[in-house]
């Protein structure tokens, strides 16, 4: 009796991980680009739409994204403070094409799919999604339609990145985060407590994805510095991937197909819409700043932020920048949303019909 209250929380986690491991094998029987990542992606999503329960333990997530940091930030070398040192223009040109990616996506709802005008701010925003559902609960905004439009953000962006990617002859590895060599557990236990420690103090200064930020510095910092050597094993690294996969899953777990029909369309429109600027964006910047183009691509991506670090590490991409690049993105758009919403909602109370 013990055990099964003990595994009670845990049972819906447990049936959620068997359906996106099924996921990821199916994904790579068909070679799916990123198979570990979009095959348990696409399984959960399917099966929470088909009514099932799909949940993720916090502890679970937790965990996860501490594992993915360390693996991630233990490919970080000293050579990567060169390309650091190219971001100004980078932040400068991912600033323009935010605010180009909202103004045309906030059209395109309006105009296309017959949103109101705080509506089309909220469901066209780039990311920040808890700060926007909050927005949209707080100003009293369709919030329905608006987790809709970005959850379909999300999951498209998921399966549109590696695809991309794959198109470009970007060469996608299976599983990223298994190193050569491994890190010996005595260290790999440090740097996951380390990590936790800074991820406890980064939560608190309210940094976006606090643990895998936490957890990239920490791993990075003993590499970079030569202090520690080594990635994570292989199964473990598959295995955290698999769960991210089922995570980005869960967000359809519960929502009808009414409400779902109702904002897929207008989810992929925008979603389209936005990879298609993201890419006339990455390629000018990947040419004059010299840099890879699948690491501009997975940095200006305006999906998920650990999705599109982990999504970094697949194609073989520069995490250091594409960390970077998500942290200015979200900070950007924490000044960006407000203000749009702000005139939005002036222009709805200066036209009372605004047909």
């Known amino acids: 009796m013990a055990i099964l209250q003990v595994l009670s929380p845990w049972r819906a986690t447990l049936f959620t991980l ?12 068909i070679s799916l680009p990123a198979a570990l990542l979009t095959g348990p992606a696409l399984a959960v999503s399917l099966a929470g739409l088909a ?70 701010v ?32 999300l999951l498209a962006l998921t399966l549109i990145v590696p695809i991309i990617a794959f198109a ?28 936790a420690l800074v991820g406890v103090l980064f939560q608190r200064l309210r940094l976006p994805a606090a643990l895998l930020i936490a957890a990239m510095f920490v791993s990075a910092f003993g590499h970079g510095g030569g202090w520690v ?26 929502m009808g197909l009414a409400a779902l029909r109702a904002g897929f369309v207008a989810g992929l429109a925008i979603t389209v819409l936005a990879s298609v600027l993201t890419i006339l964006t990455s390629l000018p910047v990947a040419y004059f700043l010299n840099l890879d183009p699948a690491t501009v691509l997975a940095a200006f991506a ?19 920048f594409i960390a970077a690049a998500h942290v200015a993105r979200l900070m950007f758009l924490t000044g960006l949303i407000p203000l749009m919403l702000s005139q939005a909602k002036r222009s709805s109370l200066g036209s009372p019909n605004p047909s």
């Open 168 to 195: 470009m002859g970007v060469e996608i590895a299976g599983n990223p985060l298994a190193g050569q060599v491994m890190l010996s557990l005595p260290v790999f236990v440090l740097l996951l407590a380390l990590s």
């Open 302 to 320: 305006p999906g998920g932020f650990e999705t599109m670090i982990a999504l970094g590490a697949v194609l073989g991409a520069n995490p250091g």
């Open 51 to 120: 009514g099932l329960t799909m949940d993720i333990h916090p502890r679970l997530r937790d965990l996860a994204f501490l594992v993915i940091g360390v693996g991630i930030g233990s490919t970080v070398s000293p050579e990567t403070l060169v390309v650091m040192g190219q971001l100004p223009l980078a932040f400068l040109t991912l600033l323009v094409l935010l605010v180009a990616i909202m103004l045309s996506c906030q059209m395109l709802l309006r105009r296309g799919f017959g949103y109101d005008a705080q509506t089309a």
């Open 18 to 29: 068997a359906v996106a491991a099924a996921g990821a094998m199916i994904g790579t029987l």
């Open 229 to 254: 050597e080594g990635g994570i094993g292989p199964h473990l690294g598959a295995a955290c991937f698999v769960t991210l996969g089922a995570l980005i899953g869960t967000r359809f777990s519960g």
């Open 122 to 153: 909220l469901a066209a925003a780039p990311g920040h999604l808890s700060f926007v559902i909050g927005l949209s609960m707080q100003e009293g905004v369709d919030t329905l339609s608006v987790t809709v439009v970005q959850a379909v953000r």
